[in-house]
């Protein structure tokens, strides 16, 4: 076993993880501040002659029928406003552009087919992408590690179901049953995603961890643990899931990859996310038909294309640092 | 050898009977019916009358296990039932979309092959020079860019989008064809096959290369190669003569895990080039709940899976005979 600060310093060396590190920070840094790089109010404002304090965020009532827009309009000599990078909305519809306009200075990345600030959209997407994709893997990564930890500790008939499990499961074709299910429950939505694709996935970790269960239950230092008495939960959680670790958070990371691909996939069908909430593969979902409005596809698919590449560069990144034997290898 | 078949071929019944019932259950027991109310969501008693008619009709308020029995044991004899929107069979629906995603899976396949093993063996060859470098990064490129995007883009640049107008976008056969011969016919169906049999290759390049790359470092450095070389042949004879043949082998298993997807296609791209394939197949039968269609599809996949992962490993038991004795023994 390497100590943690070697496993860190072979990774940053790795330029490709250093990229990765920087985008996938960028992503979660939009999708944290995303009301205040872009929102349909103000940051801070003082309109009538009253103070506003983070409306975008609070939204009080006697700003509620305004945008920043039609708040310029009606600003009187001592009133002012700071508004946010990109000052649309992600629902908010433009009046004054045409559906699908191309970028221009009022909209950097142009509009969408109900005349939505692309680039708006798409900072508010980025909540949705990175919020399934972390959920569904913490939700596959608990159910795979679970049961390949007992299915590799307890051995017998607990092994032959998981292991049973696992092999109908992966029989099972994924995609088509994902869509399916997305597609048949009325109300799906992000939650619905995102527990249909940890409920799935789960199979590669359980195979995973089941062998390196399997294989850290022979070594030495558990059948002492035995020797001293230990119950099988200590055992199983503070000897053997510590050192299984690595191969979980490399196969974590490029989950996260997956997930977000599969998201961007299925609200592209139109089977993901709803209308009203912005996503990448929803806005990509608004360019079928409308192939000539390049913006709509360019730009929310880079987003897509770069976290993605960031999370595969960033779990390959990992995998070579935990284990050197690996270097190159496939999966 | 045939034990192993034959204890391998029992196995795959339970697997089978978990697949579908998983599927079935989750299908019907996923909240919302088909139905025949249309869009304005109106529902008059004589529709409401007529609707509990059909359900009875199709046998929907049957209870769920009883209707499973009743899928499964018509499924064993080959009738997957009929579209509840058509009334037409699903094996007529499958025979009329399989061959539209057959000829772009196969292509994609063949291409997938013939470009990935000689990289692979380049790659492997020459191992951490920049060469190795520059392909394996492309590749991953490719591989991380998501099919939709890319599709997309072909066809906003070549597909008449906001640029060029070079290739067809829609379908696999342009509308002006009814007259024309064998010659302008193919001509015809290839220009329609371009775009998304690209999109259908070049995701897979990055793993297959890879995994032929890995195969051929296991072989060069075998004892018998380099006794090859000791002996004074060159590189090339080496490779080509010596080491190639044995590298292919691992990649012949890798074959058997594409058998599902050979049938089932893809939903994104055949949605994209409005091919009327499987995958459009599905994807219009999840839009209107038409479960026969879905639990037909699905089940064919799940079927040619369980062969696939079957035809792997007799393959590596046939390859390998270390396997074999192993195998029998355990």
């Known amino acids: 076993m390497k100590g943690k600060r070697d496993t860190w310093s072979a990774m940053k060396s790795r330029r490709g993880a250093r990229w990765g590190v920087a985008v996938l920070a960028t992503v979660c840094g939009v999708a944290l501040l995303s009301d205040f790089i872009a929102s349909d109010k103000p940051i801070l404002a003082r309109i009538d002659g009253k103070l506003y304090v983070l409306p975008n965020l609070f939204t009080p009532v006697g700003l509620r029928p305004y945008t920043i827009n039609t708040l310029i309009e009606r600003m009187g000599k001592t009133d002012w406003l700071i508004a946010p990078l990109v000052s649309w909305g992600a629902n908010e519809q433009d009046k004054g552009t045409a559906p699908l306009a191309p970028p221009s200075s009022r909209h950097w990345l142009g509009t969408d087919t109900a005349r939505r600030d692309v680039l708006a959209r798409m900072v508010h997407g980025s909540r949705v992408s990175l919020l399934v994709g972390l959920a569904s893997v913490s939700i596959f990564i608990t159910i795979g590690t679970l049961l390949g930890l007992l299915a590799g500790f307890f051995g017998g008939w607990v092994d032959v179901i998981v292991s049973r499990t696992v092999e109908t499961v992966m029989t099972i074709p994924v995609f088509f049953l994902i869509l399916a299910v997305m597609g048949i429950i009325e109300s799906a939505g992000i939650g619905t995603m995102m527990v249909v694709i940890g409920l799935v996935y789960w199979t590669r970790v359980a195979r995973l961890v089941r062998v390196e269960t399997l294989k850290l239950r022979q070594l030495g230092f558990i059948e002492a643990a035995t020797a001293l008495g230990y119950s099988n939960r200590r055992i199983l959680l503070v000897h053997i899931l510590p050192n299984a670790l690595g191969p979980i958070l490399v196969a974590a990371t490029f989950g996260v990859a997956a997930s977000i691909m599969m998201e961007a996939s299925l609200s592209f069908l139109g089977f993901g996310t709803p209308d009203a909430t912005a996503s990448w593969g929803g806005l990509l979902r608004g360019a079928m038909g409308n192939f000539h409005a390049w913006w709509l596809i360019l730009f929310p698919g880079l987003a897509v294309f770069a976290t993605v590449t960031s999370c595969n560069v960033l779990g390959e990144a990992m995998r070579d640092s935990f284990d050197p034997h690996l270097r190159h290898e496939v999966e | ?330």
């Open chain 2, 1 to 330: 050898m045939r034990f192993l078949v034959g204890r391998r071929l029992l196995q795959l019944v339970p697997t089978f009977l978990g697949v579908t019932l998983l599927t079935f259950f989750l299908l019907r027991l996923a909240p919302g019916a088909p139905s025949l109310v249309g869009d304005d969501g109106i529902v008059t008693p004589a529709v409401q009358a007529s609707l509990e008619a059909w359900r009875e009709l199709k046998g929907l308020n049957q209870p769920l296990w009883a209707q499973y029995i009743n899928w499964l044991s018509r499924f064993v004899r080959f009738d997957f039932g009929s579209s509840l929107i058509d009334e037409r069979p699903v094996r007529t629906l499958i025979v009329e979309a399989l061959p539209r995603t057959l000829v772009l899976t196969v292509l994609a396949l063949i291409f997938t092959y013939t470009l990935s093993i000689p990289l692979g063996i380049h790659s492997a060859i020459h191992r951490g020079q920049r060469s190795d470098r520059i392909i394996s990064g492309v590749l991953f490129i490719l591989y991380s860019m998501p099919s939709f995007w890319v599709a997309l883009l072909l066809v906003v640049v070549l597909g008449g989008g906001a640029w060029f107008d070079l290739f067809p976008i829609v379908g696999l056969r342009s509308s002006n064809m009814e007259g024309a011969g064998f010659f302008v016919r193919s001509i015809d169906l290839i220009w329609h096959l371009v775009l998304p049999v690209f999109c259908l290759t070049y995701p897979s390049l990055a793993r297959t290369s890879r995994f032929q790359r890995s195969a051929m470092l296991d072989v060069i450095r075998q004892d018998y190669i380099r006794t090859a070389r000791a002996k004074g042949l060159t590189e090339r004879t080496v490779i080509l003569r010596h080491a190639l043949k044995n590298s292919l082998l691992p990649i012949l298993t890798l074959l058997s895990t594409d058998l599902p997807w050979i049938l089932g296609g893809s939903v994104i791209v055949e949605r994209i080039f409005a091919i009327r394939g499987m995958g459009m197949l599905t994807f219009e039968a999840i839009l209107r709940r038409d479960y026969p269609v879905i639990m037909g599809v699905t089940s064919l996949v799940a079927i040619l899976t369980m062969v696939g992962v079957l035809l792997g490993d007799l393959a590596y038991a046939w390859i390998d005979p270390r396997i074999r004795f192993e195998r029998t023994q355990g």
